[in-house]
């Protein structure tokens, strides 16, 4: 046989065995990726144990800033991993107030300025404090405010008017929450009722609390902290670290349970230097709001099972950032209003199921991912 002959018999066979081999190397390689995507756990998103959920109230992209130039360039929500935005607006108003902006995230449920957990015909709704009770895990509620006031209310109560606090303070009872710590001992004990709600609470295992002080004894247990008459003072006014310590205090607390657990905390007075248009009120209050974000980050980054979850229930003042003038740490704002805006507030997210809460989406929609998250919806209450 003619030697060219031959070299392209050989030629062709060996293309053949190549691409006989190819061929079953590409088909094992591909029951090799199918068998792995099979596998429990592979490709499915990290979901957390426990959610830190901390709103800053009245917080804008503009509070935000303003607080990370006072405070020398830095803020600790600066390590969270995710951002997004919160569209606000109520079933009643374009602008929102913090019981319906509190409502929407706590339930899911959008409803009239004025409202406490209830629907637009002023019915109960479920909240993600009471879904995680059900389930068995811990809860927590702490505000700077006190914590019968809109936003701490609107996790744990049931009312169609935001000003009821002694209502409020009564619905406390008919649930199971593991630590709350915020301002409002008079709503609780020197009622116009002449009732004193914190014998009903001790008989029912809690301890009581009425400083910093006597919170940093609990070592475990249910605790009710009432830290103040009504409000706790502003910072610059004398409410020093209450906010991070009691931040710190109900997580080590609530962390005490396996099955993991929820927890709220706001910073109230944000909103309350935006209604001043007072930038170096904003400016402080969030930067004590940051000192309590960065609690929860520290533990979420040891913890690796904690989602912590940073927004607003609204804007507040259509704050503007004119100028800072560096040698006195001073911020010239401008503002558009002495009440809230109905602009966007941001979402920041850090640790498992962070990304869930990139993009812009409803406030409406941050309860949701919080539920399907934690696992708390039962097949009957599936939630789209």
């Not at 475990?220 to 020093?240: C, I, M, Q, W």
Request: with cysteine.
């Amino acid at each position: 046989m003619p030697e060219h002959i031959t070299r392209i018999i050989v030629f062709y066979k060996t293309y053949i065995v190549i691409i006989i081999a190819m061929r079953r190397f590409g088909i094992l390689c591909t029951i090799a990726l199918l068998s792995l995507s099979c596998q429990p756990g592979i490709n499915e998103p990290q979901k957390p144990k426990n959610i830190i959920l901390l709103i800053g109230d009245g917080m804008g992209v503009s509070h935000i800033y303003a607080g990370l130039t006072a405070n020398q360039g830095k803020l600790s929500l600066e390590r969270c991993t995710h951002y997004g935005f919160s569209k606000t607006h109520s079933a009643s108003h374009w602008v929102t107030d913090s019981g319906a902006g509190g409502t929407a995230i706590s339930t899911g449920s959008k409803t009239y300025n004025g409202a406490i957990a209830v629907d637009t015909d002023s019915l109960p709704l479920k909240t993600i404090l009471e879904y995680a009770e059900d389930k068995n895990l811990s809860t927590g509620l702490i505000s700077t405010s006190s914590i019968t006031h809109a936003t701490p209310a609107s996790f744990i109560a049931h009312n169609k008017a935001r000003g009821d606090y002694e209502g409020i303070a009564i619905d406390f009872l008919k649930t199971e929450f593991d630590v709350v710590i915020g301002g409002g001992y008079d709503q609780f004990a020197k009622r116009s009722d002449s009732v004193n709600l914190l014998d009903e609470f001790i008989a029912k295992g809690y301890q009581i609390a009425q400083s910093m002080d006597e919170v940093a004894e609990v070592e475990s247990g249910k605790l009710l902290a009432l830290t103040a008459p009504v409000h706790n003072s502003r910072f610059s006014e004398g409410r020093g670290n209450m906010f991070p310590l009691a931040t710190k205090k109900a997580i080590e607390l609530l962390s005490q349970n396996e099955k993991g657990f929820f927890m709220m905390a706001e910073g109230s007075m944000i909103d309350w230097g935006g209604h001043a248009n007072d930038a170096k009120y904003i400016v402080e209050e969030m930067i004590d709001f940051d000192k309590a974000i960065e609690v929860a980050l520290d533990f979420a980054e040891e913890n690796k099972e904690t989602l912590v979850l940073i927004t607003a229930d609204h804007e507040t003042g259509g704050f503007g950032l004119n100028g800072f003038d560096s040698q006195v740490d001073t911020i010239a704002g401008g503002y558009t209003t002495g009440g809230h805006t109905g602009v966007m507030v941001p979402v920041l997210a850090y640790g498992p199921g962070a990304e869930e809460f990139v993009g812009i989406q409803d406030n409406t929609d941050l309860f949701r991912k919080m539920m399907k998250l934690l696992n708390l919806n039962n097949e009957s209450e599936e939630i789209e």
